[in-house]
């Protein structure tokens, strides 16, 4: 079962629903509202990427649609007989690679029509994996996990590669700002920082990807960039394994020099049964609506934070370094997935519960009102409703969730 909640104005969460809900035609849809795919049973959703006005779903067939905005809802069909294995929504375009490894784009004009996109050396050929947009930024994760920026030149696109020598596994974009995911846990940024959103100590943005020093110690498992804000979820990568320079010592933390030249610190201890480090979210950035999980500065009229307003010296703006952020202070609470909207975040724990925090002014963290949350709180529908939750997918002002069928499937 899929649902959504957040920002509906284009009808992306109800347009292909039960018409005859009476949350379908509602602009803003504050608790979660159940989405109706039209696709056999047998068809798994593999993807999701949401942009302000549009949705677009991806399936483990190689079929997509799209919902929302009228312009936008006729892209699937432009794709023609493409079997799409990845895909991104931007402001004005779509990105989708097919299970070729072949990149296309759908840009918004008064005549859609796809287009290959390809590097500007010939002969180059480059097969694609994933991709992910913002509304400044595009980069793309190839089969040789090395990553390509996609360059936006009129109505056409280039890919252009980027220097790094690390093996990245994973690549999220937010508004302005990249993060990038190495095979042993390594986090780097680049792109605007006025927000902190790099997480390198300044407000200083970056053309290059940079190895992000205060995450040495942590190894990472999963990154997820907001609008002006970034999150790392910490775990135990498998990927060690695939270290066979690493010497077999008989120690808890072995020193690595990677391909990159830095020093990474890996806890390779299987006897070490102690994973309180693992499983915690690592939050920097802008901090606004209280999308870091802190107390944030908003007008008391408003009426959008659980802070203590007596206490000036707790207020944060932003941070320009990592930190982690308590799902919950009275317990000890291990986070399994995590997404970024425009100015919200949303976690998913180990045992299937959903926490949410951020702006709110549509609904987005799905708690049936519009007040802004500066501290994670559980989404009581899904617990109420015996509901676990398997996946989350955020972005801009709107939240879909899927949730794990009965059977444990």
């Known amino acids: 079962m899929l649902f959504g909640f957040g920002y509906n104005g284009d009808q992306q969460l109800s347009s292909i629903s039960d018409a005859t809900n009476t949350d379908a035609n509602d602009i803003i849809i504050t608790k979660p509202f159940e989405i109706v795919l039209k696709t056999t049973e047998s068809v798994k959703l593999a993807h999701v990427s949401i942009t302000w006005d549009s949705i677009l779903f991806m399936f483990d067939n190689g079929e ?6 009228r312009s936008r809802r006729d892209w699937a069909d432009v794709l023609g007989d493409i079997s799409v294995k990845n895909g991104a929504l931007s402001w ?3 990105v989708i690679v097919s299970n070729e490894g ?11 029509k796809r287009q290959t996109v390809r590097t500007n050396k010939a002969g180059d050929d480059i097969r694609l994996v994933s991709v992910s947009c913002g509304e400044k930024c595009c980069f793309a994760l190839t089969e040789s996990q090395s990553v390509v920026s996609l ?52 407000v200083d943005s970056r053309t290059a990807p940079t190895f992000v020093e205060a995450l040495q110690c942590v190894s990472v498992v999963s990154v997820a960039a907001g609008g002006w804000h970034s999150v790392a979820l910490s775990g135990r990568s498998e990927d060690l394994n695939h270290l066979d320079i690493l010497p077999r010592m008989d120690l808890s933390v072995l020193t690595y020099l990677s391909d990159e030249g830095i020093i990474v610190f890996i806890d390779d201890d299987d006897d070490n049964d ?5 499983g915690d979210l ?10 870091l999980g802190f107390t944030s500065k908003l007008t008391k009229n408003e009426q959008h934070t659980t802070g203590d307003y007596s206490k000036l010296e707790e207020y944060v703006n932003i941070l320009t370094d990592p930190r982690i952020v308590d799902l919950d ?63 989350v997918y955020c972005g801009y002002w709107t939240t879909v969730v899927l949730i794990k069928p009965s059977d444990g499937s």
């Open 274 to 278: 102690d994973d309180d480090d693992l």
């Open 102 to 112: 072949v990149c296309y784009t759908v840009t918004q004009s008064s005549e859609s």
């Open 64 to 69: 997509c649609c799209v919902t929302g905005s």
């Open 151 to 202: 360059e936006r030149h009129e109505e056409c696109f280039i890919m252009k590669p980027i220097s790094l020598s690390a093996i990245i596994k994973e690549v999220s974009c937010g508004k302005g700002h990249t993060m990038m995911l190495s095979r042993i846990g390594v986090v780097f940024t680049c792109g605007i920082g006025g927000q902190g959103q790099l997480g390198h100590g300044d």
């Open 329 to 391: 202070s009275s317990s000890e609470i291990t986070v399994s997935k995590v997404s970024c909207g425009s100015r919200h975040t949303a976690a998913v724990t180990e045992t299937g519960l959903l926490y949410t925090w951020g702006w709110n002014k549509y609904g987005q963290l799905g708690h049936g009102d519009t007040r802004s949350r500066d501290k994670p709180m559980p989404v009581k529908h899904f617990i109420t409703n015996q509901q676990v939750i398997n996946q």
């Open 282 to 291: 690592y939050i920097w950035g802008w901090n606004e609506s209280g999308q």
């Open 92 to 94: 004005d375009y779509l």
